[in-house]
């Protein structure tokens, strides 16, 4: 078992005890009265002395789903859809049983050695039956502010759809990496919640399904008329989401091109993320031996990554040097924005990826100093090579 202690100090605060008090006893009353395979079991609660305590089930080596919220760290999307099928599923157990968890993030879903996962922290949780206490029970805003519903932030009547939009909040940030509703201040936050749509997610990760896509959307709509109604129904289209993931894709061209650019040594070290990110931003090329990719003397801010094939450097319709796959070329016109010093042509069947100087500059920020370190330290291996070649032939 996992023992929850509550510190004196905490308690005997003159200012914030009886509501820290409150909400540790709401949490064992509230999960207390829940049974169910993915919410954390309550085994006892009491008082001793001065000290509160709660006896509850241990999650051996649990993590929480925040440690796979960022672009660096996503599940595949199969066991995403997965992970939210069983908390829809606890949850409607829970709303069933009149209880609202009110703050529904990552960090309160924890995740078991067997990627099972178990819903925890009740401790601002609302029962809503006729025998509930009401003095057990914290009352006014309530909640993590990104992962709040509407209703929370107008302190309006919260039902159980409050926690299936926090529910469809955590499933974009698992699924992208990145939050729906990013700001850098409170009321901006408050803002985007109440008036704004989150950017599609495929802005973020093109290999989302639709259907997964349109789930998410309708558990995070503001108003609760056009939200799910209830977890089971949630689940339901969950579960319909899992099997269209599971047939075989006709069209994978796409992912076929992310497959082939990620194992690129170019790439090693971005997060899958931001290279769609990059990819989004750039144009897939296709050549056939000989084909004109750069002609000397024309101005050009383009940059080149070979993905598959060859290309060969050429000077006065000459060869002076082959680039293979995973090479990359163009980096002094895409820095300087100067004319070509030398032709490529393609040496067979090639594809490129093409960035624009201009485009790249649209993605995010993280996104962007990770491909200018890259694509400086290429630029100086190219110049050492360079001086090299100098230095034999004098």
Same mark, same amino acid.
């Given at each position: 078992?996992?023992?929850k202690?509550?510190? !004196?100090?905490?308690?005997?605060d003159?200012?914030?005890g009886?509501?820290?008090?409150?909400m540790? *006893?709401?949490e064992?009353?509230t999960a207390?009265?829940?049974?169910?395979?993915?919410?954390?079991?309550?085994?006892?609660a009491?008082?001793?002395?001065?000290?509160?305590y709660?006896?509850m089930? *241990?999650?051996?080596?649990?993590?929480?789903?925040?440690? #796979?919220?960022?672009?660096?760290?996503?599940?595949p999307?199969? $066991?995403?859809?997965?992970?939210? *099928?069983?908390?829809? &599923? %606890?949850l409607d157990?829970a709303?069933?049983?009149?209880?609202?968890?009110?703050?529904?993030?990552?960090s309160?879903i924890?995740?078991?050695?067997?990627?099972?996962?178990?819903?925890?922290d009740?401790?601002i949780?609302?029962?809503? $039956? %006729?025998?509930?206490?009401?003095?057990?029970?914290?009352?006014g805003?309530?909640?993590?502010?990104?992962?709040?519903?509407?209703?929370?932030?107008?302190?309006?009547f919260v039902?159980?759809?409050?926690?299936l939009?926090?529910?469809?909040?955590?499933m974009?940030?698992?699924l992208t990496?990145k939050?729906? *509703?990013e700001?850098?201040?409170f009321?901006?936050?408050?803002?985007k919640?109440?008036?704004e749509?989150?950017?599609?997610?495929?802005d973020?990760?093109?290999?989302?399904?639709?259907?997964?896509?349109?789930?998410?959307?309708r558990?995070?709509?503001?108003?609760?008329?056009?939200? #799910?109604?209830?977890g089971?129904?949630?689940?339901?289209?969950l579960?319909?989401?899992?099997?269209?993931?599971?047939?075989?894709?006709e069209d994978?061209s796409?992912?076929e091109?992310f497959?082939s650019?990620?194992?690129?040594?170019f790439f090693?070290g971005?997060?899958?993320?931001?290279i769609?990110?990059?990819?989004?931003? !750039?144009?897939?090329q296709? #050549?056939?031996?000989?084909?004109d990719?750069i002609v000397e003397?024309?101005?050009?801010?383009?940059?080149y990554?070979?993905?598959?094939?060859?290309?060969?450097?050429?000077k006065?319709?000459?060869?002076?040097r082959?680039l293979n796959?995973?090479?990359?070329?163009g980096?002094?016109? #895409?820095?300087? $924005? &100067?004319?070509?010093t %030398?032709s490529?042509?393609?040496?067979?069947?090639?594809?490129?990826? $093409?960035?624009? %100087?201009?485009?790249i500059?649209?993605?995010?920020?993280?996104?962007?100093?990770?491909?200018?370190k890259?694509f400086?330290?290429?630029?100086?291996?190219?110049?050492?090579?360079?001086?090299?070649?100098?230095?034999k032939d004098?």
């Amino acid at each position: 078992v996992a023992i929850k202690v509550a510190l !004196s100090d905490e308690l005997n605060d003159p200012e914030t005890g009886a509501r820290f008090r409150k909400m540790f *006893f709401n949490e064992a009353h509230t999960a207390g009265s829940l049974t169910h395979p993915n919410i954390i079991h309550i085994y006892d609660a009491g008082v001793d002395s001065d000290t509160c305590y709660i006896v509850m089930e *241990f999650i051996e080596g649990g993590n929480t789903l925040q440690s #796979y919220s960022t672009a660096e760290t996503l599940l595949p999307i199969e $066991k995403v859809v997965e992970i939210m *099928f069983k908390c829809a &599923t %606890a949850l409607d157990y829970a709303h069933r049983q009149g209880v609202v968890h009110r703050d529904i993030k990552p960090s309160n879903i924890l995740v078991t050695k067997t990627q099972d996962i178990k819903i925890g922290d009740f401790s601002i949780a609302q029962i809503r $039956k %006729a025998d509930a206490a009401d003095e057990t029970q914290p009352v006014g805003m309530m909640g993590s502010p990104r992962y709040m519903s509407p209703e929370q932030l107008t302190e309006d009547f919260v039902t159980n759809q409050t926690d299936l939009f926090s529910l469809g909040v955590v499933m974009y940030e698992l699924l992208t990496g990145k939050s729906p *509703f990013e700001a850098k201040n409170f009321s901006r936050l408050v803002t985007k919640i109440l008036n704004e749509d989150p950017p599609p997610m495929r802005d973020y990760r093109a290999d989302i399904p639709d259907v997964l896509s349109d789930i998410v959307t309708r558990a995070m709509q503001k108003k609760t008329s056009e939200r #799910y109604q209830t977890g089971l129904e949630l689940a339901s289209d969950l579960s319909k989401a899992f099997e269209y993931l599971e047939r075989p894709k006709e069209d994978i061209s796409t992912q076929e091109k992310f497959n082939s650019v990620k194992q690129l040594e170019f790439f090693q070290g971005f997060p899958d993320t931001e290279i769609w990110e990059i990819m989004r931003a !750039s144009s897939w090329q296709d #050549y056939e031996d000989g084909e004109d990719i750069i002609v000397e003397g024309e101005l050009d801010d383009c940059f080149y990554i070979i993905v598959t094939g060859k290309v060969g450097v050429m000077k006065n319709n000459a060869i002076i040097r082959t680039l293979n796959q995973g090479d990359c070329f163009g980096e002094m016109g #895409y820095l300087a $924005k &100067t004319e070509r010093t %030398a032709s490529i042509k393609s040496k067979g069947h090639t594809a490129l990826l $093409k960035i624009n %100087a201009t485009v790249i500059s649209q993605v995010s920020l993280n996104c962007q100093v990770r491909f200018l370190k890259v694509f400086l330290r290429t630029l100086i291996q190219r110049l050492s090579m360079t001086t090299q070649m100098i230095s034999k032939d004098t």
